[in-house]
C-alpha cells in the first residue's frame, strides 16, 4: 500500500509541474479567477491548483471566491467543484 501512495504522491507531483510549465506559456495573458473571472493580481489572497478530475488544467480562484464558496468549472474536462 505504501508503494501504491508514493506512486500517487510521484504522479500528483508530475502533473503539478506539468500545469506549471502550461502556465509559463500563458503567462502573457493575466490571470483570472475560473469561478468569477476577475483578474488576479500580484498583492490579492487568491490560490492556484490543477483539476482535481484531469489534473491539465489549472485552477485559480480569488479570495472572495474561496471564502464565499462558490462553484468552479474546469474549461478542459467540465469537472465542477465547491
Given at each position: 500500500m505504501a508503494k501504491q501512495t508514493k506512486k500517487t504522491t510521484a504522479e500528483?507531483?508530475?502533473k503539478i509541474a506539468e500545469a506549471?510549465?502550461?502556465?509559463s506559456a500563458k503567462d502573457k495573458k493575466a490571470m483570472r479567477c475560473t469561478s468569477c473571472g476577475r483578474r488576479i493580481e500580484a498583492e490579492d489572497f487568491w490560490v492556484e491548483f490543477v483539476c482535481p478530475k484531469c489534473g491539465k488544467e489549472s485552477i485559480i480562484r480569488c479570495e472572495?471566491?474561496?471564502?464565499?464558496?462558490n462553484p468552479y468549472e474546469c474549461p478542459k474536462c467540465g469537472f465542477r467543484g465547491p
Amino acid at each position: 500500500m505504501a508503494k501504491q501512495t508514493k506512486k500517487t504522491t510521484a504522479e500528483t507531483k508530475k502533473k503539478i509541474a506539468e500545469a506549471g510549465r502550461q502556465k509559463s506559456a500563458k503567462d502573457k495573458k493575466a490571470m483570472r479567477c475560473t469561478s468569477c473571472g476577475r483578474r488576479i493580481e500580484a498583492e490579492d489572497f487568491w490560490v492556484e491548483f490543477v483539476c482535481p478530475k484531469c489534473g491539465k488544467e489549472s485552477i485559480i480562484r480569488c479570495e472572495k471566491c474561496k471564502k464565499l464558496v462558490n462553484p468552479y468549472e474546469c474549461p478542459k474536462c467540465g469537472f465542477r467543484g465547491p
